[in-house]
């Protein structure tokens, strides 16, 4: 660091305070990366052949850290480590929890031994936690061949999930063929994902990337995820909900809904959703709600910057959806949707109709806005169509296929 010295070849009195400031930070951070206490899995007993089971060695290494008053490390080095239905709660005593992970962790191969579990690896009532790095295989594939073939097969484990927990952080985290949902965040505030890679067959059934329900100060960005169900998925009580630079397909799209399975379910508002590519996708941006009463609501959404490459459904509103028909036929969403803009939306449609609002005849949306759309049908030969019903908004610049309002 070079030194300012003043005319009498001094250190200048600002000078000298900023240096003094400078070391005294420099020492702060030396005496807290000496200080904080480390854990190595390895160490307590874990074994990187993904043979050995190693839970009790990671359920240790959290114990540890949770129960330390300093911040913590755990570290997973390099290696596959087979690790059976985990969770790791808090409180804690510190809120400066931090994993670092060069490795495969595995989930045993046989889907049995957590197929009725519902989640994998479970992180509960932790505030302050940071995960970096690492590769999540939930070896998903032998169960979703059974459940193709029709047997009687368990449902299957969530990947990952945070339950009531706030302050954290994930990054460049990998999930691999998960046996149901990827990513689960649920009950949280203030968590940021970014980097994210998740991979599983188009054909993998309920395996939604990154499901997002009852929390509030969520981010996703600069992420990759190709599936066989929503890339992103956005549950009731979601709002304040920030995603960008996300590229989607195989999937389902980015999709807010199910809403309104529930007579009785808080909202989703202030989505923004930005700067995202769909990949021959079922579905681009959609938002959808069971056709039955609800008290539900989605308001305050914009989708801005999308590119769509061969989407079968680019934008959408379906407010009758009605799986197999059971419990909904002949009734009308409860979910009010209002003020949804789609500003900057381009590519192509995999079907004729690229933009479709099929809203509820009692609750019909609101407040639609449509600005520099355009989208075409059979890779950019011919024209798209749109089509509206219940459905009111307005339409500037350029718009197509031109709007149906």
Not at 49 to 74: H, N, R, Y
Not at 278 to 297: A, H
Request: aromatic share 6%; hydrophobic share 40%; proline share 4%.
């Amino acid at each position: 660091m070079a030194l300012m010295m003043n005319s009498h070849g001094s250190l200048g009195g600002a000078s000298l305070l900023f240096m003094v400031f400078h070391i005294a930070i420099v020492s702060s951070q030396a005496a807290i990366a000496l200080s904080a206490a480390k854990y190595d899995v390895v160490s307590l007993g874990a074994k990187p052949d993904g043979i050995k089971d190693s839970t009790q060695a990671f359920v240790g290494a959290w114990l540890a850290a949770c129960g330390s008053e300093m911040p913590a490390t755990i570290t997973v080095p390099l290696g596959r480590f087979l690790v059976g239905g985990a969770t790791f709660s808090g409180p804690c005593k510190n809120n400066a929890i931090r994993w670092q992970i060069e490795g495969v962790i595995t989930a045993p191969a046989d889907y049995n031994v957590l197929g009725n579990v519902g989640t994998w690896l479970l992180f509960q009532q932790v505030d302050g936690m940071s995960i970096s790095g690492g590769v999540l295989d939930g070896q998903g594939a032998a169960l979703w061949a059974c459940k193709a073939s029709g047997k009687n097969c368990p449902s299957g484990a969530t990947t990952i999930v945070f339950s009531d927990s706030r302050n954290i952080a994930v990054s460049r985290l990998t999930s691999l063929n998960s046996q149901l949902f990827h990513i689960v965040i649920n009950g949280c505030q203030n968590m940021r994902l970014q980097g994210a890679k998740v991979f599983a067959s188009g054909n993998s059934p309920n395996t939604d990337g990154v499901h997002v329900q009852l929390s509030s100060g969520v981010t996703i960005m600069n992420s990759k995820i190709g599936t066989g169900d929503d890339c992103v998925s956005i549950g009731a009580g979601t709002t304040n909900l920030w995603i960008e630079n996300v590229a989607c397909g195989p999937g389902h799209g980015i999709s807010i809904g199910s809403l309104g399975k529930d007579a009785v379910e808080p909202g989703v508002e202030n989505v923004t959703v930005k700067n995202v590519v769909f990949r021959g996708t079922q579905n681009g941006l959609r938002i959808k709600s069971w056709g039955r009463p609800s008290s539900g609501f989605a308001k305050n959404i914009l989708f801005q910057h999308a590119i769509m490459s061969n989407v079968n459904n680019p934008v959408v509103i379906d407010q009758n959806y009605c799986p197999n028909n059971i419990n909904c036929p002949g009734q009308f969403s409860g979910v009010k949707i209002s003020d949804v803009t789609y500003q900057d939306i381009h590519g192509t449609s995999a079907t004729e109709v690229a933009v479709k609002f099929d809203c509820s005849l009692k609750n019909p949306c609101t407040g639609i806005r449509l600005e520099d759309v355009k989208l075409t049908y059979k890779n950019d030969q011919q024209p798209a169509q749109a089509s509206c019903i219940n459905a009111g908004g307005l339409a500037y610049g350029l718009v197509q296929p031109s709007s149906c309002f």
